[in-house]
């Protein structure tokens, strides 16, 4: 894909893909969340200025400042992995590829699948809060998200496959506490929230409380990568709306209903199958390679 290839450093550095997987095992043993904190990473590191390490860098300007990016965790596994591969070989491996790594690692040690990751990215010299608009928000319609995932090479089934993610982690009541309350023009929820859910979901936000409060993306299983997640989508128990609405259109609902499956075990297989290769592809948006770029030294700095 686009100049990577996989063991891009079976000769310049041959531990460098054990490297980043022991240090998120590390990290995950002390707090299995931090799994989809990396994986969320990932993503919002590709869809702005392609897959570069861009989000990674600090600073009063750079991405990480911007909105979409202020709750993003895992910063430190990715730092720390950086050491360990500097010491062991200086200047060879990528900020990019350890994210894209740490990323399959994390859905591997949640259960998940594991997958060959393409290398060979370089870091980018560019990082702006203000190119951050085209990351995906949870109150974008069905066709904005299209157009978003759309204008990164990514197709429906790529869209629904990859927001499967939302199998693991977490999200602030902030996110979806507007659907609770005074959604419709008469004042009630968002009619499309499964009734005994709502009420769920209301006790852990309520109205005017703490809208950092964290709730669970997948209510049954937000350690376990599953297609959990895609049943709850299916019975209303989508608690983003951007989530949720993939049940509303036709073309993502059936591959929702896909996953989501009625035989026990077999099509749990299927999303297994699609998630590595919907990776593959997000994983290699506008990759920098070859001479483009630079290698930090440190992943929260521009050498
Ligand atoms: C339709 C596009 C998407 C939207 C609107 C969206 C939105 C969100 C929001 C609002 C949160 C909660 C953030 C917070 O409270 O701090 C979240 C969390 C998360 N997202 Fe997405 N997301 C999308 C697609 C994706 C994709 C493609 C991936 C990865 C492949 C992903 C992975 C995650 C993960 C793992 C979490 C949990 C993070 C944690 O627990 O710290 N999302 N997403
Ligand atoms: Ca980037
Ligand atoms: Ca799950």
Redesign the pocket.
């Known amino acids: 894909q686009e100049g990577l290839k996989t063991g891009f450093y079976s000769s310049s550095c041959p531990k460098a893909e054990a490297i980043v997987r022991s240090t998120v095992e590390s990290h995950f043993n002390k707090d299995p969340?931090i799994a989809?904190?990396v994986?969320?990473l990932?993503?919002h590191d590709c869809f702005v200025q392609g897959c570069d390490g861009s989000v990674l860098i600090t600073g009063a300007s750079s991405e990480r400042n911007a909105l979409p990016n202020l709750?993003l965790?895992g910063f430190a596994v990715i730092d720390d992995a950086k050491t360990q591969l500097e010491a062991s070989c200086p200047g060879v491996v990528s900020c990019a590829d350890i994210l894209a790594l740490a990323a399959r690692d994390a859905v591997g040690l949640s259960d998940g699948p594991s997958w060959s990751v393409p290398t060979g990215r370089r870091d980018g010299r560019i990082s702006s809060s203000s190119e951050a608009s085209n990351l995906?928000?949870?109150a974008?319609s069905i066709a904005v998200?299209r157009q978003k995932f759309a204008a990164k090479g990514l197709d429906n089934h790529d869209?629904v496959t990859?927001?499967g993610?939302?199998t693991?982690?977490?999200?602030?009541c902030l996110?979806f506490r507007y659907r609770l309350y005074n959604f419709t023009p008469t004042g009630n929820a968002d009619p499309t929230i499964n009734q005994a859910f709502l009420a769920q979901l209301q006790g852990l936000c309520p109205k005017d409380g703490d809208g950092s409060k964290r709730v669970a993306?997948d209510k049954d299983s937000q350690t376990k990568f599953d297609v959990s997640f895609f049943k709850n989508v299916r019975a209303g128990n989508g608690v983003?709306e951007?989530d949720q609405r993939l049940l509303g259109d036709g073309e993502t609902q059936r591959i929702v209903q896909n996953y989501a499956g009625s035989v026990r075990g077999l099509l749990g297989v299927r999303f297994d199958f699609e998630f590595p290769k919907a990776?593959i592809k997000?994983s290699s948006i506008e990759v920098k390679t070859g001479a483009q770029g630079e290698i930090r030294k440190i992943c929260s700095k521009f050498n």
């Open positions: 969340t989809a904190g994986l969320r990932h993503f709750g965790r995906p928000s949870p974008d998200l869209l990859l927001v993610a939302h693991i982690g977490q999200t602030d996110f993306l983003l951007s990776m997000m």
